[in-house]
């Protein structure tokens, strides 16, 4: 008569893609990619001690992080459905009472990406309703080194002394025949002489009510009607017109009315 409980029959291991290894391998694969003290490195460790003729399979499940581990052995032990990662938690619900201010103000943030693209978004209402914020940095410089001079606004003429002459635009110091470049993509408006003091002079109308132009300049190297990008060559600096020395004068035109450039740079 037979004595004791019999012990039931385990049910052969189903690997999900079961991929023979060598101890070497098994090691290594333990040591690269599975935490030393985490509960797969264990069962890894546990299959191997069966004996160092075993083969161990290691494959990842078909959905999910999850490995499934095979051990195949004389008693049919049967590892599988380890989760590599926590069950992420549902999102927390964020509360603030109802004396704290909330802002959805979006910060000033910009993109080298596509100016251009900026410059148009901006320019669906007319230049005039541009606010302060979104009209900041959406113009390139007209040069490659900026060195400002004479700022736009009230000043003392430097050819006659007169005090509380509107100057109409922002000045840079720069050598003359130095590459002046469009600040925007845009259209030529205006190439030739201009007879208030601008001497040589370039308009590029960006659309929109808005305008740059380039002044004292010693050549124009666009024409009336031609289509530049921002960045193109227009002209080569001067000290053309009513000018005491070799600079540019950038202007900033909105709805027919000059701006600080500055507000625009």
């Keep these: 008569m037979q004595r004791g409980r019999r012990r039931a029959a385990s049910p ?19 040591r690269s990619a599975i935490a030393p003290h985490g509960t797969l490195g264990a069962l890894i460790r546990a299959g191997i001690a069966h004996g160092a003729g075993q083969k161990v399979g290691i494959a990842l499940a078909a959905t999910g992080l999850a490995l499934a581990v095979t051990v195949p ?22 509360t603030a009472a109802s004396d704290v201010p909330i802002s959805f ?5 910009g993109s080298a990406l596509n100016p251009d693209g900026q410059l ?32 736009f606004g009230s000043r003392i ?3 006659t002394g007169s005090m509380g002459e509107m ?13 002046v470049f469009a600040a925007a993509g845009g259209t030529v408006t205006f190439a030739g002489w ?11 109308d960006h659309g929109n009510g808005l305008s740059t132009s380039y002044n004292h300049l010693s050549s124009i190297g666009v024409k009336v009607g031609q289509k530049v990008q921002r960045g193109d060559q227009v002209a080569l ?3 053309t017109g009513a000018s005491t020395g070799c600079h540019l004068h950038f202007e900033v035109i909105v709805d027919d009315e000059t701006v600080d450039p500055l507000g625009w740079l």
């Design 105 to 109: 103000a979006a910060p000033a943030i």
């Design 194 to 204: 201009h007879p208030f003091g601008g001497g040589n002079r370039v308009v590029v």
């Design 237 to 239: 600096s001067g000290t």
């Design 12 to 30: 052969p291991a189903q690997p999900i893609a079961s991929v023979p290894l060598t101890r070497r391998e098994v090691l290594a694969a333990e």
């Design 73 to 94: 052995s004389a008693t049919g032990i049967s590892l599988a459905s380890v989760d590599s990662a926590p069950v992420p938690s549902p999102e927390t619900v964020v």
């Design 157 to 159: 003429n430097p050819l």
């Design 167 to 179: 100057h109409t635009g922002q000045d840079y110091a720069v050598q003359c025949s130095t590459a």
């Design 120 to 151: 148009k978004e901006k320019l669906k209402v007319e230049a005039s309703n541009v606010t302060p914020q979104a009209a900041k940095g959406t113009l390139a410089a007209p040069l490659k080194v900026l060195t400002p001079t004479s700022p």
